[in-house]
């Protein structure tokens, strides 16, 4: 048996008592995925997965995004198993060194969207005594939940693009920032995307907002100044404090979230003698809105 123990407000949950590093029976899965509709950010502390292991348990739940942008930050022989890390080995940094450092949500600015990111952390910088690097997550389905009635309506029907590109040129914006502006071919590899602003998750079938202030540039076919208000409404209620789960990392955890339900936000508090290391695989959203995983979580 599994134990899950909550461990915030409405999102987390620590999990204990399974390996990752061996193949999961058909009840861990079970609970696994009804904890994902519960919690939506699950701990699995004192994991010791190598990178096939890591991307053996990630697959379980749909398939793996093969990150091209990430290029040589994949670890040799596993494309699928990206490098979120400030270490610079032999004069080259062996990972991306400010991933997800706004609020954002995985993938939201591409067809198909993200279900889970799975983390594994391999260092994380303390100082005196407190972990640093934290990833915060905010619940969107108390976010939906809490909306006014009136915009809950405006919503029902209404689409917004993501721009993979806008949060590119924030993140340009910062001083000492290693990135480089796209190229032409790189922005036309990501053209922005439509989706629902409203969206039914797939295993708990609450209703959660789907409006990532990372990547949304607009609700569609609405003027720009509707859009604009309606932005800002969104954006300013979904970034509320009581909406939040901020995880403190310790080494060894997995931490796996779910992007249908939750943003996410990467806290860069730690210098660059401060060594953050993590891998890290991307599970699409496709295998989680089939009948089989509706049967898988009732296993
Ligand atoms: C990501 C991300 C957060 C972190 O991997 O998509 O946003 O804390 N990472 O590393
Ligand atoms: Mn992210």
Redesign the pocket.
Known sequence: MLKITPIGKTLGARIEGIDLSKPLTRTDKAQILQAFGRYAVLCFPAQTVDAAQQKAFAKEFGSLEINVAAGHYTVPGHPEV?V?SNIIENGKAIGLAD???DW?T?MSYSEPIAFL?V?HALKVPVRDGVPL???EFLDMCAAYDDLPAEIKARLEDLTATHDFNKFWEEMLKRPGTQRKPLTPEQRAAKPPVSHPIVLTHPISGRKALYCTVGYVTKVDGVSKAESDELLAFLFKHQLQDKYKYKHL?TQGDVLCWDNLWTM????ADYRPDEP?H?R?C?VMADWVFSPEAKAAATA
């Open positions: 990206m979120l991933a997800g450092q954002h995985d990111n983390l690097g934290s990833t990392w996410h936000n990467a806290v953050r993590m890290r991307q």
